[in-house]
């Protein structure tokens, strides 16, 4: 059974820093590209970021880039996502994807229940 399971979530002040991880389980992990998205209330899920299965590439959405590093240990089946400067607009629940490096989320067809990131000002 396939699964992804994220954990490191919170309610922190703005200005502070999270790491979000995400357990991979059930298929070899290590050949898909992994992702991360957002859904904050009353808005669309949207991408974050996204790291290669070799880890070589990266790419991350305009409004995190410079805040969010997606990192990957494929030995341990882990991806993580390590945020600094946290702001009350990155307030969302978080969610770990896996299948083809893409910013789309339709490209990634395995998916965890995310995670919540609470920031308060």
């Known amino acids: 059974q396939v699964q992804l399971v994220e954990s490191g979530g919170g309610s922190v002040q703005a200005g502070d820093s999270l790491r979000l991880s995400c357990a991979a389980s059930?298929?070899?992990?290590?050949?898909?590209?992994m992702a991360w998205f957002r859904q904050a209330p009353g808005k669309e899920r949207e991408f974050v970021a996204s790291i290669s299965w070799s880890g070589t590439n990266t790419y991350y959405a305009d409004s995190v880039k410079g805040r969010f590093t997606i990192s990957r240990n494929n030995r341990e089946n882990m991806v993580y996502l390590q945020i600094y400067s946290l702001k009350p607009e990155d307030t969302a629940v978080y969610y770990c994807a896996a299948g083809l490096y893409s910013d789309l989320s339709d490209r990634y067809p395995y998916w965890g229940q995310g995670t919540q990131v609470t920031v308060s000002s």
């Open positions: 059930g298929r070899t992990f290590s050949n898909d590209a």
